[in-house]
């Protein structure tokens, strides 16, 4: 069983930052990428960030250099910084786990978070 609890979200100021972490129990030891995907109404759905545990990262290319993800696998913990935030920005945001980075890309992974609400004012 693989389970994900995802904790972070709210209501934020643009430019403002905020922080979304993700536990995961991995009992089938499969998982090797994890990431955020987020979906916003009128949206395509998308890979913000992913990570492997070799420490391999992507980024889309509208939060290049204001997110960064990050990966502690002695928590079993991926944690996604948002700095600068816009009003694009919202959306909920879902924490991935799979075996590969590219499944998470394509909206493929094996597991899913319940997923969290931000929101940016402006």
């Known amino acids: 069983q693989v389970q994900l609890v995802e904790s972070g979200g709210g209501l934020v100021q643009a430019g403002g930052s905020l922080r979304l972490s993700c536990a995961v129990s991995?009992?089938?030891?499969?998982?090797?990428?994890m990431g955020w995907d987020r979906q916003a109404p009128g949206k395509q759905r998308e890979l913000v960030a992913g990570?492997?545990?070799?420490?391999?990262?992507h980024y889309a290319d509208s939060v290049k250099g204001r997110f960064t993800i990050s990966r502690d696998n002695a928590k079993n913990t991926v944690t996604l910084q948002m700095n600068s935030l816009k009003p694009e920005d919202p959306a909920v945001y879902s924490c991935?786990?799979?075996?590969?980075?590219?499944?998470?890309?394509?909206?493929?992974?094996?597991?899913w978070g319940p997923g969290t609400q931000v929101t940016v004012s402006s």
């Open positions: 991935a786990a799979d075996r590969y980075l590219p499944r998470l890309r394509d909206g493929l992974a094996d597991y």
């Open positions: 991995d009992n089938s030891f499969s998982i090797n990428a």
């Open positions: 990570i492997t545990s070799g420490g391999s990262t």
